[in-house]
């Protein structure tokens, strides 16, 4: 029969968790087992209070690298082929899928109305919301490191295409796998409009994924 002693501070007379039994005992209290040492109350206490502290300590670091990097953002470079891509349009069209679009690409909803069609400005504004929801997709989507020209290119692709196709994509699949080769190769892919391959599209993707593959080799979270 083995008495117990606390391993960090050797009392015998305190309760204490046996690191076997996981159960508090009394003072002085054996069990028939091969070890002798424990961990008494109030060296528990302490240990639990530090890793507690160095938790929250480890946390906060996070939180604040985070406030200061903050998640990536759409470049000027990604911009240019956005409104390349989409051009400007100041009266309501229909875009390749038959969509009543207006702007640079930007879809009506059913509550929009623009009898008298708007100017350049304001066709830049409803272009700042629709890209603001396209980056919001790509990082909730996003479970990997990307460089700014990928990042790039899927907002791209989100814009154009909308998120729901890059969820249920197998693009989003390999790159989540960290097939980025793969991942550039299915964005090629998405050149269908209609069930016909159409030049634009296919132009669109074409530039995506020269973004994808000629960025910074240096890489960044995007969520």
Known sequence: MLRFRCVFCSDSDAFFLHPRHNSPTAPGRSFPCQSSSGTCGACLSKRWFSLRIIYFLRASVKLT????????????????????SEGFRSRVYQDVAGVPTIGYGHRLLHADSFPNGIDEPQASNLLSCDVRDAEQAVQRLVRVPLTQGQYDALVDFCFNLGAGRLANSTLLKSLNAGRYDDAANELL???????????????????????????????????
């Open 65 to 84: 690298i985070d406030k200061e990097e903050g998640p990536m953002k759409f470049s000027a470079m990604g911009m240019e082929l956005l409104k390349k």
């Open 189 to 223: 892919q998405w050149n269908h409009a209609g069930g016909k391959e159409c030049a634009a599209l296919k132009t669109r993707r074409e530039a995506e994924a020269e973004l994808w593959r000629n960025s910074p080799v240096e890489q960044q979270i995007a969520a």
